[in-house]
């Protein structure tokens, strides 16, 4: 793996990408061109040879090899032990420390739902998951987990800061379906202290049900994600079991909350949107900014679990997010409420994040840091983020994980059973099956391939070649270039997680 990657942009900047390192500076051209050929014994003749540098005097040519050999020389060069790095095992220490630590608990309240979405996980794209038979999750599972962790959390030496919490989240199928359990789980932790750790509440619901149970939600202070594709049209794959689309339900329901409780709309609703082939980020942005001034977290159709028979469906429906996100980056939306154009902002941020560098450093010896290294692959390590509780009671890392991977499960009586050794080997399996991709995959240092959701452990379907970190790095690096304004506000605004 190489670990220089030289680039260049449509304005004809030239910048170069440490691999192992995770930095990215803007370069001279000419040292871009030695960086490239600097293994060649006839480099200043190869220099001389090339137009481009017809004009450049002999000075600035010893000056840009000066400055190589002073890159060189401090490290920026070196062979990517990324790898290396990162090619390691997990601990039940850590599992444990991780558990002790847990931010989120989530609840599958009901498998039912008052929707058939076309694209939904859980539906007929899909085949990763437990047979669906509309089952509720009964309060006393509920009761077990949150007992568990409860007496865990308080019989352990460590100390929290004041700002820790603890999420309880619910998730359905529809959770509103099952609203008792929900009120009933709430009503309990109020009764329990969480050693160094406050209570939050989340759920995410297609909104169907909020007309009946917005008070109790507001009240309890709860984050609400709301599922909704943009207008009438774009939201047509959110379908009831008659094949009814139910967007006008949502809407009034949405705009009833938006009228009567406009503060807790303002700060504890977002929105989030599928991407699929009946709307764009341009409909999905520009419909739910004007009717909503919000600005959703819009994804693509899972691609993980895809059912063999179904993969001809998936791919009819499938919108591909980067490009739809160009195409609206391409259009002129200087007209459009002010803060759409934030949307390219930060999408494109997080993008950077993701490949872990900036184009601004405090001195040039923040050029030659390391780069901080995780374990391999982007996915969670158990417990490190949330625990989430099926209806029939297996506990798995998250929702979107298949079912078959499990961290534990609550027997019918009641008895909660982590076997952390256990989970210790499975997660350092996972390592052991993919790493062969990771060694030469130039998304090592920022993988965000989730391991958990795909079966395929042989070859990894997000894998990167040099050509494929070249074109990303360039596009990031082009829309700053274009939106230079932008790039301060990014560092400046936004938080990046």
């Known amino acids: 793996m190489d670990n220089e990657l030289v680039f260049n942009t449509y304005s004809g900047n030239s910048y170069m990408y440490s691999m192992d390192k995770s930095k990215i500076m803007h370069t001279n051209p000419l040292l871009a061109f030695i960086i490239l050929n600097n293994n060649k014994s006839n480099l200043n003749y190869l220099i001389s040879q090339n137009p481009l540098f017809s004009n450049i005097t002999p000075s600035e040519i010893n000056y840009q090899l000066q400055k190589y050999e002073f890159l060189k020389n401090n490290g920026y060069f070196n062979k990517c032990t990324a790898f290396k790095q990162r090619n390691k095992r997990l601990s039940k220490e850590s599992v444990l420390y991780n558990f002790s630590r847990l931010g989120s608990i989530c609840f599958e309240v009901t498998e039912a739902c008052n929707l058939n979405c076309t694209y939904c996980g859980y539906g007929e794209l899909y085949g990763h998951y437990d047979k669906r038979e509309n089952k509720k999750l009964d309060f006393i599972y509920a009761k077990s987990l949150i007992d568990y962790y409860h007496l865990f959390l308080n019989s352990t030496d460590d100390t929290y800061t004041e700002n ?50 917005i008070e109790f939600i507001a009240n309890n202070d709860f984050y609400l994600t709301v599922s909704i594709d943009g207008d009438s049209f774009c939201s ?30 303002k700060d504890k609703i977002i929105f989030n949107s599928v991407l699929h082939n009946k709307n764009s980020y ?56 002010p803060a759409v154009n934030n949307v390219f902002m930060d999408y494109t941020a997080r993008g950077a994040d993701s490949l872990g560098f900036t184009l601004k450093y405090d001195s040039v010896n923040s050029l030659f840091n390391e780069s901080p290294k995780s374990l391999l692959t982007g996915s969670c390590t158990p417990f490190y983020r949330s625990v989430f509780l099926t209806a029939n ?60 959701a795909d079966n395929e452990l042989t070859f990894c379907s997000d894998y990167q070649t040099k050509e494929d970190m070249l074109n990303r790095l360039s596009n990031i690096v082009e829309y700053f270039e274009e939106n230079p304004s932008n790039y301060i506000k990014s560092i400046q605004e936004i938080t990046l997680i």
């Open 164 to 213: 820790d919490s603890i999420m309880f989240n619910f998730y359905g199928g529809e959770p509103l379906l099952n609203f008792e359990l929900i009120k009933g789980i709430v009503d309990y932790v109020k009764t329990l202290k969480f050693k160094g750790k406050s209570i939050e509440f989340a759920m995410t619901t297609n909104g169907l049900l909020l007309d009946k149970y």
């Open 282 to 337: 341009e409909e999905i942005y520009g419909f739910i900014s004007k009717e909503f001034g919000k600005f959703p977290r819009i994804s693509e159709m899972n691609d993980k679990g895809v059912a063999a028979d179904k993969k001809d469906d998936y791919k009819q429906i499938y919108r591909n997010g980067f490009e739809s996100f160009k195409s609206y980056e391409s259009k002129d939306t200087s007209n459009m409420l």
């Open 393 to 452: 009671r297996k506990i798995l890392y998250c929702e979107k994980v298949p079912h078959d991977k499990i961290l534990g499960i609550i027997h019918e009586d009641g008895v909660v059973e982590f076997d952390f050794e256990k989970i210790t080997s499975f997660h350092n399996n996972q390592y052991d099956g993919i790493s062969n991709s990771c060694s030469t995959c130039y998304a090592i240092n920022r993988c965000t391939h989730c391991t958990l």
């Open 236 to 265: 047509s794959y959110r379908l009831d079991h008659s094949g009814n689309n139910r967007f006008e339900d949502l809407y009034k329901n949405l705009k009833h909350i938006q009228r009567q409780y406009p503060d807790y709309f």
